[in-house]
C-alpha cells in the first residue's frame, strides 16, 4: 500500500522568500507523485506531476518538485513567494500502473506574509 | 474552471436522511472519481466509475453507492447519514480508465452538512 506524509501542517513565509513543502512518500512500487493546490472554498488543481524520466519536474506559477528516490521525497518548491499562492497544497501518490486510486497527504496551508 | 460540474453546491440534511449528489464530468472524459475530504478523515478516494462500470473501490461505506449513467454524469448516494458524513465531496473526472496516467481534473465540491 502507499501512503503520503506532509511534513507541517501550516506553512507562513513572507512575499518573495523561498517556499518549501515537504511531501515523503512509501511506496512498493515505483509511485507516480503529484502536487494539488486548493484555494479556499475551490475545487483542487493539479500543480504538477512526476510520472518516470526527468526528476525535476515544472509545473503551473512557478512551482517546482524534484523526485529524490534514495530520499523517497517529492517537496515542493517555488523561488519567490506570492500572495496568490496562499492556499492548501496536497502530495499525492498513486501507484505506477493503477491511475485510479490518488492517496493524498493531510495537506500544508501556506500562508504568504506581505 | 476545470470543466466539472457538482451539484448541490452545499447540502444540509438531518441524521437518518439520504442525500444524492450529482456530479457531471468533462467534455469527452470518460472516468468519475469521488473524494471525501473531511477534518478527520482528510481527503479519501471512494469509488471510481469509467463508461458506466465501476473500476476502482477505495473507503466507501456500505451505506454509500454510486452510479454512472449513459450520459456519463454520476451520482453519489449516501443513506442513513450520521454526523460523521458531514464532509466535503468531491468529483474528479479524467478521460480514460485511470490504466494510463490520466490527470484527474476537480470539480468545486459538495458540502454536506449533517445536523
Known amino acids: 500500500a502507499q501512503s503520503v506524509t506532509q511534513l507541517g501542517s501550516h506553512v507562513s513565509v513572507s512575499e518573495g522568500a523561498l517556499v518549501l513543502l515537504r511531501c515523503n512518500y512509501s511506496s512498493s512500487v515505483p509511485p507516480y507523485l503529484f502536487w494539488y493546490v486548493q484555494y479556499p472554498n475551490q475545487g483542487l488543481q493539479l500543480l504538477l506531476k512526476y510520472t518516470t524520466g526527468a526528476t525535476l519536474v515544472k509545473g503551473i506559477n512557478g512551482f517546482e518538485a524534484e523526485f529524490k528516490k534514495s530520499e523517497t521525497s517529492f517537496h515542493l518548491t517555488k523561488p519567490s513567494a506570492h500572495m496568490s499562492d496562499a492556499a492548501e497544497y496536497f502530495c499525492?501518490?498513486?501507484?505506477?500502473?493503477?491511475?485510479?486510486?490518488?492517496?493524498f497527504g493531510s495537506g500544508t496551508q501556506l500562508t504568504v506574509l506581505p | 474552471d476545470s470543466g466539472v460540474t457538482q451539484t448541490p453546491k452545499h447540502l444540509i440534511t438531518a441524521t437518518g436522511q439520504r442525500v444524492t449528489l450529482r456530479c457531471s464530468p468533462r467534455s469527452g472524459d470518460l472516468s468519475v472519481y469521488w473524494y471525501q475530504q473531511s477534518l478527520d478523515q482528510g481527503l479519501q478516494f471512494l469509488i471510481q466509475?469509467?463508461?458506466?462500470?465501476?473500476?476502482a473501490k477505495g473507503n466507501i461505506l456500505e451505506r454509500f453507492s454510486a452510479q454512472q449513467f449513459p450520459d456519463l454524469h454520476s451520482e453519489l448516494n449516501l443513506s442513513s447519514l450520521e454526523l460523521g458524513d458531514s464532509a466535503l465531496y468531491f468529483c474528479?473526472?479524467?478521460?480514460?480508465?485511470?490504466?494510463?496516467?490520466?490527470?484527474?481534473?476537480f470539480g468545486p465540491g459538495t458540502r454536506l452538512t449533517v445536523l
Open positions: 499525492a501518490v498513486t501507484l505506477s500502473g493503477s491511475a485510479r486510486q490518488l492517496t
Open positions: 474528479a473526472s479524467s478521460v480514460g480508465s485511470g490504466l494510463r496516467l490520466d490527470t484527474q481534473y
Open positions: 466509475y469509467y463508461n458506466g462500470e465501476e473500476r
